[in-house]
């Protein structure tokens, strides 16, 4: 079995604004698909991230700079994410096809995790 | 099992949750703490969804959100003691000394809090399935066929009359003043299993657990020492015998099927048994609640090993101490029913049109039902036929519906 790591971006007022008992509902579905794919054995763990600006760190080879993520002028940030295990690209987009997150938002990417 | 029944379970272990964080803060905080309660529940269950959305469910979640609760409520307290230059050192500290003349366990206490009758009726329902049950307040307004900012102000007005009662008017009951306490409580309940139960339009699945809710609390209460009297008895066997039929009083496309036509096998035993096991223990009441002789109606119903074999006499009989007790149209309306299954049709059909004056059963469907059920029996099948029409134009009308049965629950 493969690792697959799937990034779950939303735009970046997506929640602002929502009621806690939207929200909430919201959240329930992706518990709910948690649940199921750790019943089904293909859930590997994952991390939230936290909303706020983050910061990004650059060098230009010789100074290191740090700035806040410029998160007006993006159109969307990386909310969280989940690794399964699966056998190839074709069976991790199978078990993505239910994910909450395409009824709540509108893309997850998938990559493989490089394992040796 | 299905990514829908893992939500259901979700829903309901997120209801029963935050109605235990509830219980257990007011127990400790005090009713005048009980919106603070409420807000901390709220955040917990927030706090824990967002982090079990990604890292999965934790074997103990109850443990998990007690310690979340527990540490919220006291930087709360600790904040509001700040603002007013009270000393530092909150502490919510253990469970209140319990006091053994009055009800301990947290959650039966708040029941008896949420149907204080300084309250509205419908406030104690709707506190009720808000702050015990778990329920939002847009399932409640679900349940209610009611605008959600309208429940949401209803809970607010409610919550903070409680928490300004006096201490001695919101405390427990000790166990010498159940029988004084416990009608309010038993009546919230099987307001609320009304509410779950009537087949109306709206969200099902909701109405199913509130159903499913306001059995469980009155077990709860029957079970219990101290406020297992025999009305509460009486209250847990007809919730049980109601909820062995919930499966079969709904066809697959989700509409309701008569007694006659119910599958008789889908019903739940256990349930069934529960009851009679209930009815039994009920019979130490001095003189039979209305809880009594519904319970008996519906025990009758479920013993009967078919629809030809029920023992309309018998029914009859409760029906008619029923009607003696309740005054109220709708159970005239069922009664007639029976009536004129026990072969007196015609008297019957008297009593329903003498109430056809009655201008909130215009829109009343089963009372066009009764109607057309009893004409069909004395062979007038055109006027029959007239009267399934009235029922099905006066079907969608809810609102109605809701405003009678509340008229007819809350005053008789």
Request: glycine fraction near 4%; hydrophobic fraction near 40%; include cysteine.
């Amino acid at each position: 079995m493969a690792k697959f790591a799937l990034m779950l971006p939303h735009a970046p007022d997506r929640y602002k604004g929502l009621s806690e008992d939207d929200y909430m509902a919201v959240i329930k579905d992706y518990v709910a698909w948690v649940e199921q794919a750790t019943a089904d054995g293909v859930y590997a763990g994952g991390h939230k991230l936290t909303e706020d600006t983050g910061r990004v760190v650059t060098s230009n080879g010789e100074k290191v700079e740090v700035h806040d993520s410029p998160f007006t002028e993006v159109s969307e940030i990386l909310g969280g994410l989940m690794i399964i295990e699966a056998a190839d690209y074709d069976a991790a987009v199978a078990i993505s096809r239910t994910h909450p997150h395409l009824k709540h938002n509108s893309k997850i990417e998938i990559r493989q995790v490089h394992e040796v | 099992m299905s990514g829908e029944d893992i939500r259901q379970q979700l829903d309901r272990l997120s209801r029963r949750e935050r109605g235990r964080l509830i219980a257990g803060l007011v127990n400790r905080l005090g009713h005048q703490h009980l919106e603070l309660a409420e807000d901390v529940a709220q955040e917990a269950m927030l706090a824990a969804l967002s982090t079990w959305q990604y890292q999965g469910t934790p074997d103990n979640p109850a443990a998990w959100l007690t310690r979340v609760a527990h540490n919220k409520a006291i930087d709360r307290l600790r904040h509001e003691a700040r603002n007013q230059r009270l000393d530092e050192g909150v502490d919510i500290g253990a469970a209140p000394e319990p006091e053994p003349e009055r009800i301990a366990d947290p959650e039966l206490r708040l029941i008896f809090l949420c149907s204080n009758t300084a309250l509205e009726g419908v406030d104690r329902l709707a506190l009720t399935l808000r702050v015990v049950s778990g329920f939002t307040a847009r399932e409640i307004a679900n349940a209610f066929l009611a605008p959600e900012t309208a429940v949401a102000q209803r809970l607010s007005r409610a919550r903070h009359k409680l928490q300004r009662l006096p201490g001695p008017e919101a405390s427990p009951p000790s166990i010498f003043e159940i029988e004084r306490h416990l009608p309010a409580a038993l009546k919230v309940i099987y307001l609320m299993f009304s509410l779950g139960y009537a087949p109306r339009s709206g969200e099902q699945l909701v109405r199913r657990d509130v159903a499913l809710e306001a059995q469980r609390l009155a077990r709860e209460l029957a079970d219990t020492q101290h406020t297992n009297t025999a009305d509460a008895q009486a209250l847990a066997a007809l919730l049980c015998f109601q909820v062995s039929r919930l499966n079969a009083r709904e066809s697959e496309s989700g509409l309701p099927v008569l007694l006659r036509n119910q599958d008789r096998s889908a019903w739940d035993r256990s349930a069934v048994d529960a009851g009679m096991h209930y009815l039994q223990a009920a019979r130490a009441a001095d003189s039979p609640s209305r809880y009594h002789l519904e319970a008996g109606i519906a025990s009758l119903y479920a013993s009967a090993p078919s629809w030809e074999q029920i023992d309309w006499d018998a029914i009859l009989m409760l029906y008619e101490k029923l009607e003696a007790l309740a005054q109220s149209p709708v159970v005239q309306i069922n009664a007639s029913v029976a009536r004129a299954f026990a072969g007196q049709a015609e008297a019957a059909l008297r009593q329903l049109d003498a109430l056809a004056d009655e201008p909130l059963l215009t829109h009343y469907a089963p009372f066009h039902l009764a109607r057309a059920e009893v004409l069909r029996l004395l062979g007038q099948e055109d006027r029959a036929r007239q009267q399934f029409q009235a029922a099905i134009e006066s079907g969608s009308s809810a609102p109605v519906l809701q405003h009678l049965q509340q008229r007819c629950l809350f005053h008789h």
